[in-house]
Nanobody, 130 residues
Framework: QVQLVESGGGLVQPGGSLRLSCVAS????????IAWFRQAPGKEREGVSC???????????NYADSLKGRFTISNGNAKSTVYLQMNSLKPEDTAVYYC????????????????????WGQGTQVTVSS
């Protein structure tokens, strides 16, 4: 059973930055994808970014088109830790941010998609407000 723990959310002013962390544990897989999603009040959950990993090394990353240039996903030095750096935050970025885990076989770029996730974290609240 894979466990995911998100952290780093909080209150930030418009134009500010936050870095979210997702720590995954309870697995020994070589290939996996971790994705960030968000859900704002009254809206459907949407994919933010995903990163695919081969034994701790990134081989592919992807972003929702609307967020390219402001958000950056990366693997941490500690294996199974993924960061989401969010810059130039806007009030419409306010949401609960979730990380999710997908297992797969082989280093395929098609795994870095916002569907078919196997495990989910509990989420961390991000509020962008003055």
């Amino acid at each position: 059973q894979v466990q995911l723990v998100e952290s780093g959310g909080g209150l930030v002013q418009p134009g500010g930055s936050l870095r979210l962390s997702c720590v995954a544990s309870g697995f020994t897989l070589r290939y996996y994808t971790i994705a960030w999603f968000r859900q704002a009040p009254g809206k459907e959950r949407e994919g933010v970014s995903c990163i695919s990993t081969d034994d701790g090394r990134t081989y592919y990353a992807n972003y929702a088109d609307s967020l390219k240039g402001r958000f950056t996903i990366s693997n941490g030095n500690a294996k199974s830790t993924v960061y989401l750096q969010m810059n130039s935050l806007k009030p419409e970025d306010t949401a609960v941010y979730y990380c999710a885990f997908k297992r797969h076989y082989g280093a395929t770029r098609y795994a870095c998609r916002f569907d078919g996730m196997d495990y989910w974290g509990q989420g961390t609240q991000v509020t962008v407000s003055s």
